[in-house]
């Protein structure tokens, strides 16, 4: 009876598929290194463009070159900063670029709230600042919390001033009200759609009248526009041409007595941004050449010149292909790349257990999820990675022994969603879903596990060194 056991459990361990533990396979120093400088980046970057220019600092410390018009030299690395929200690099590899790119892409865009064009107007004794939410937000979740204001606003002689407030200490914080518990009997029934309106979403900017003069019509707008012109320099049409965004003001913080976790405000997707950069700079002489690109606008459709749509991209391979003495073709380069599409995955919350299929769901701590495809209805709009692809990926992580799961994004059905992945399909490029599981997703305080973290730069890099 018990060797017949013994037996069983034999081919069990043979056949079965056991999830890894990260903190079991990998260092716990290094994984808390690597999570503390996470961090700072995190707490500093918090849109697009100060993501881009901290990763820009970092790129040029270790020794990459801002390509710009000229030609560039053979062994170098460089780096191109895209309309200031994006960014690309490259390192040469043992290999020749004609015989195609080992690519990682990403996003650095995250959901929150734009502000309108024409956004200040005044109402019952309070200032707003009228907002228009970027990517999926659940409305609530950005009410009664400190928000902070970054951005630019170009005036029309060309000069660009900066904002950045609400990240000091010292700084005054912006915020939306809720109403009251004793006056939302009615709201209390209602679908949480029609109580909490995306209209609505205006932020409290100011309070008091200018020369508190309570009489004049408009006066504390005018408080509020007088401030900016004094500190800014700009009138209310500057508005057209800005670029302000609120974002959560509290910073990454670990989570739980063990400290295991992480919570943060863009850790979709700047988790795999940050390991995508890291690993560039870390594969000292990778096997193809190596290009990360961390695009913006994934959360909008991947639309404009930043997003992973954008030409921009072709055009920074043309000019790195100038390394090459031969004639190289651009479409057979980009047919013979491959591609890692660095975005998160949901994490199983059992609080939740039926949004998701439990065998196919991605669980914290259990390293980092490869997704063959995402989409919705029937994978629509996924790019569906080719058999042949996946196993080679699934080879180099063995190789490297990251400790990786397989998920789909939730219950066949229930929602979906999408990543970079099919603009690179689409250019010829084998690509594969390859990130994190994050939970409270899309929300201004997102949680990932740090041990993922540090596997998912291990996994970038393995494939920098190693994929063919
Ligand atoms: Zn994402």
Known sequence: MSKEKSLIEEKKEQLFFQKKLV????????IQTFAENYKKVLDLGKTERIFAQQMKDILLSHGFEELNSQVPQKGKKYFRVVNEKGIFAFVPGKQSISNGINFIATHIDSPRLDVKPNPLFEDSGIAFLDTHYY??????????????LHGVITKTNGEVVEIHMGEKEEDPIFMISDLLPHLSKNYKTKPVGEVFNNENLDVIVGSVPYQFNTDEKDAIKLFVLDYLHEAYGITEQDFFSAELEFVPACNARDVGFDRGLMAGYGHDDR???YPAIKALIDTKTPEKAAVALLFDKEEIGSVGTTGAMTHLMEVFIEDIMKQEDGPVSLHKVLSLSSCLSGDVGAG????YKEAFEAKNAAELHKGVILTKYTGSGGKGGANDAHSEFLGAVRSVFENHKIAYQVAELGKVDIGGGGTVAGYFGNRGIQTVDVGISVLSMHSPQEIIAKDDLYELYRAYKGFFEEYK
């Open 23 to 30: 903190w079991k396979e990998s260092n716990n120093d290094s």
């Open 135 to 148: 990517g999926g937000i659940k409305t609530y979740q950005w009410m009664n919390i400190a928000l902070a």
């Open 271 to 273: 988790c795999c941004s």
């Open 348 to 351: 199983l919350d059992p609080h």
